[in-house]
């Protein structure tokens, strides 16, 4: 079976479907199975909220530990009352959660096409209630590295495929666009707020419904200006040159590809939009502008919405 397409949420679901036979067909008893289940929807609820940007492949050890803080975020949201040791879960139910989703990926890791495994060393993942390890991010001497590498490629070769590859990066490191966002812009979804010094990107986020993101005027004018004369104005700029549009596939190996030659030895598109969200706190940003700017529902996966205003955006994108 194919392990992964571009929607981690349709993949999981995909999965979930085929392991839950499996387990059933393995005469599992009724209560574990209704307790596997129960964990795997609700991690299947974690990637729809937190792991939108990752492939199912990209899934380790770090978004496991994230999904046990998720829970308990999860639960005192519901009105959940602390126990003894105050947490929200008790280790026992996060025991059985855990071995849940352990067998589940073990399932996935056994009857992929691609022979992928995960989570080999279970006993290395915590699933205690402290705050989770941060998510990778690029530091300032690597964006610096990155971006530099990017616009020497322009430089000494400006072709359609360097000036999409900056394009793409810097939408996601400097607009905090998704991956899958990233790769659907057309001509026509940027828009010129000359008086503010930005780009407004029209893009469809998560549910398939219309959002504005924002990004320096100065971070891809050359870009845009490029595509301008190249392109027409409907046009999708995130194509092959056969004119088929990219897919996070090809993009995952080609960003991981330009860290390397940048001197960057991370892996993953989700971190640039991670690098953002870094950027902005380590400048004090309010936390309510942050959420605006990357078009966060909650802080903590909750439903509370932001009301950073664009003033308020503008001035975070733009300072130096």
């Known amino acids: 079976m194919k392990l992964c397409t571009d929607d981690i949420v349709k993949d999981l679901m995909r999965w979930e479907k085929v392991y839950l036979r499996f387990i059933k067909g393995q005469r599992y008893s009724e209560n574990t199975v209704k307790i596997y289940t129960y964990a795997i929807s609700l991690f299947i609820e974690y990637a729809r909220e937190e792991l939108e940007e990752i492939n199912i492949d990209e899934i380790n050890e770090l978004y496991i530990s994230g999904f046990f803080v998720y829970l308990e975020e999860l639960s005192e949201k519901r009105g959940y009352k602390k126990n003894i040791e105050g947490n929200f879960l008790m280790d026992s139910t996060k025991g059985a959660y855990f071995k849940g989703i352990a067998s589940f990926f073990k399932f996935i890791g056994k009857n992929n096409n691609e022979k992928h495994s995960f989570l080999q060393d279970y006993e290395d993942i915590k699933i205690t209630n402290k705050q989770s390890k941060p998510h990778e991010y690029l530091n300032a001497d690597e964006i610096k590295r990155l971006v530099h590498y990017l616009e020497k490629k322009i430089s000494l070769k400006p072709n359609f495929l360097n000036y999409r590859n900056a394009l793409l990066i810097k939408l996601m490191l400097f607009s905090g666009l998704r991956i899958s966002e990233a790769l659907g812009v057309k001509m026509n979804d940027f828009t010129l707020l000359e008086e503010k010094g930005l780009y407004k990107i029209r893009i469809y986020g998560k549910g398939g419904y219309q959002q504005?993101?924002?990004?320096?005027?100065?971070?891809?004018?050359?870009?845009?200006?490029?595509?301008?004369?190249?392109?027409?104005?409907?046009?999708?700029?995130?194509?092959?040159?056969?004119?088929?549009?990219?897919?996070r596939s090809n993009t995952y190996t080609m960003i991981n590809?330009?860290?390397?030659?940048?001197?960057?030895?991370?892996?993953?598109q989700h971190i640039l939009r991670h690098s953002l969200a870094m950027m902005l706190i380590k400048r004090k940003v309010p936390i309510t502008t942050i959420q605006k700017t990357?078009?966060?529902?909650?802080i903590t996966s909750t439903t509370i919405y932001a009301r950073a205003g664009i003033d308020e955006v503008a001035e975070a994108l733009t300072q130096n």
């Open 257 to 268: 590809l330009i860290y390397k030659k940048a001197h960057i030895f991370k892996t993953g």
């Open 212 to 247: 504005d993101a924002y990004i320096a005027l100065d971070k891809i004018l050359n870009e845009i200006n490029y595509f301008k004369e190249n392109l027409s104005v409907g046009s999708f700029i995130m194509v092959t040159n056969k004119g088929t549009k990219l897919n």
């Open 294 to 298: 990357l078009r966060h529902t909650s």
